[in-house]
């Protein structure tokens, strides 16, 4: 579900790669079954089964960052936590917490597919 909060953080975006995050924002609730979407960190964040699981990190003017979690908090079951991440596009930063960084609008245009399948992977993990 689209979030008209959402809308007017993107929509008053100077970021150069905005316009990336909207077509991956499209895909990700087109294509992530139960997905919704809020506002979080001055950030899209988006939601599945009531927990933070992706935020867009578009703070910095040189780079889009996706922040792939599960929840705001550590979780106790971290130790347990497995994610297959075939193409290599994910960066750990933590047992269960991994990110996916451009610095190039085509990149991120090219990357949107694979990140849809990442997350629907990983609200399911």
Same mark, same amino acid.
């Given at each position: 579900?689209?979030?008209?909060?959402?809308?007017?953080?993107?929509?008053? *975006?100077?970021?150069?790669?905005?316009?990336?995050?909207? #077509?991956?924002? *499209?895909?990700?609730?087109?294509?992530?079954?139960?997905?919704?979407?809020?506002?979080?960190? #001055?950030?899209? *964040?988006?939601?599945?089964?009531?927990?933070?699981?992706?935020?867009?990190?578009?703070?910095?003017?040189?780079?889009?960052?996706?922040?792939?979690?599960?929840?705001?908090?550590?979780?106790?079951?971290?130790?347990?936590?497995?994610?297959?991440?075939?193409?290599?596009?994910?960066?750990? #930063?933590?047992?269960?917490?991994?990110?996916?960084?451009?610095?190039?609008?085509?990149?991120?245009?090219?990357?949107?597919?694979?990140?849809?399948?990442?997350?629907?992977?990983?609200?399911?993990?």
């Amino acid at each position: 579900m689209r979030d008209p909060a959402v809308d007017r953080l993107l929509a008053d *975006s100077t970021h150069p790669m905005t316009a990336g995050v909207r #077509r991956l924002r *499209s895909a990700v609730l087109d294509g992530v079954e139960g997905l919704t979407e809020h506002v979080k960190w #001055r950030s899209p *964040s988006f939601v599945h089964g009531g927990t933070d699981r992706m935020t867009v990190n578009m703070t910095r003017p040189d780079r889009v960052v996706v922040v792939l979690h599960r929840g705001a908090r550590v979780r106790v079951d971290r130790a347990e936590f497995s994610f297959a991440d075939p193409g290599g596009l994910l960066e750990w #930063r933590g047992a269960d917490r991994a990110v996916i960084t451009w610095t190039d609008a085509q990149a991120l245009d090219d990357a949107v597919p694979d990140v849809v399948d990442l997350l629907g992977r990983w609200v399911r993990a």
